[in-house]
């Protein structure tokens, strides 16, 4: 984007690097500890690529970078938390600014906010981006929440929000694991010639007339319906992404679902506890582009039951919640 006029700018705690050693963004001489950004040297003339590592103080940081986005459309300005809930401490930010400033004051916004989100197993503290929250606060087309899972819908999802002529801010929920999951990949002619994709259907070669249920979820428990579906040699249940959960995707949706019109039942399926995540915000748009296809459709879930805490904290805990909800919507018995 940088050669295409566009100046990007990413802060948040570590990105230079990134968190989880996804990113190598800048080069530190050992010599004289003189620092190199690549992405900043590509090619004269070309736009400004700038990265700074920033304080463990989220609300200050997601503030500014709010008003610096407000004020240089031309530039993709990008604040990336450590972990999701790393975001818990700028709440007013989101609350006060990013999700209401236009509607209140005219003031347009595409800053863009990367959430790492995804259960792991690694207790309360760093599994939940607060999906909910955001979910809550959509309204009127206010923001974005998107859920990619794989690169090349990160990389169109990025380019997007500068490309088209639409100023919004951006939540997104980026699933840890997925940065080495094995099949968390893309092609190259997806990264160069693709776009991104609201919804994505099943990619297995299924029968859609002998399909018998519909999955529908997003993010990282995706992998694991699919990997199991595949384990278990199950051919009759399909598994869709919605991987824009707002504005949401109704049209898109539709028209995936057709082929699938004949399925008797149709879920969807979330890692979070019930209370959390997507369920409550969304089952009404979920249900609602269901019953075009299908009348007769009910609207069932599969995750985690009510909690007060985001996540479990033993690994052993966690995995026996995951098993009991993978089964329940692949409808594995005994």
């Known amino acids: 984007m940088v050669e295409q006029g566009y100046n990007i700018r990413l802060t948040g705690q570590d990105v230079g690097r990134g968190t989880f050693s996804h990113r190598h963004a800048v080069l530190h001489n050992q010599k004289d500890g003189e620092a190199y950004v690549p992405l900043?040297?590509?090619s004269e003339g070309q736009k400004r690529f700038e990265i700074y590592d920033s304080l463990l103080s989220e609300e200050?940081?997601?503030?500014?970078?709010?008003?610096?986005?407000?004020?240089t459309p031309t530039t993709l300005v990008i604040w990336e938390a450590q972990f999701g809930d790393f975001a818990n401490g700028a709440q007013v930010v989101f609350d006060q600014f990013?999700?209401?400033?236009?509607h209140k004051w005219g003031r347009l916004c595409s800053l863009t906010m990367l959430l790492p989100h995804g259960y792991e197993g690694q207790g309360p503290e760093h599994s939940s981006a607060r999906l909910e929250r955001y979910l809550q606060l959509c309204a009127e087309h206010n923001v974005q929440i998107c859920v990619p899972s794989t690169p090349a819908q990160v990389y169109h999802m990025?380019?997007?929000?500068?490309?088209?002529?639409?100023?919004?801010p951006m939540v997104v929920l980026s699933p840890k694991s997925l940065l080495r999951h094995k099949l968390a990949t893309s092609t190259l002619e997806e990264l160069s010639d693709g776009r991104f994709r609201t919804v994505l259907d099943e990619i297995d070669t299924l029968n859609p007339k002998k399909v018998r249920r519909v999955l529908l979820c997003s993010g990282k428990v995706y992998y694991d319906l699919l990997e199991r579906?595949?384990?278990e040699e199950i051919e009759d249940i399909a598994i869709i992404r919605i991987e824009q959960l707002y504005?949401?995707?109704?049209?898109?949706?539709?028209?995936?679902?057709?082929?699938?019109?004949?399925a008797k039942e149709i879920y969807w399926v979330q890692e979070e506890p019930m209370n959390m995540g997507a369920w409550y915000s969304s089952q009404h748009h979920m249900r609602r582009a269901a019953s075009e296809v299908n009348s007769k459709w009910q609207l069932e879930y599969a995750g985690r039951d009510h909690s007060a805490s985001p996540a479990a904290g033993?690994?052993?805990?966690?995995?026996?919640?995951?098993?009991k909800f993978i089964r329940?919507?692949?409808?594995?018995q005994g």
């Open 40 to 42: 900043d040297n590509m």
């Open 98 to 102: 990013i999700s209401s400033g236009e």
């Open 158 to 168: 990025l380019r997007r929000q500068m490309i088209r002529p639409l100023r919004k």
């Open 314 to 323: 033993y690994m052993a805990l966690h995995l026996k919640q995951q098993e």
């Open 247 to 262: 504005p949401f995707p109704a049209k898109y949706l539709e028209k995936i679902l057709k082929p699938y019109a004949g």
């Open 328 to 332: 329940d919507a692949l409808d594995i």
């Open 60 to 71: 200050a940081v997601l503030a500014f970078e709010y008003g610096y986005s407000t004020t």
């Open 229 to 231: 579906r595949r384990a």
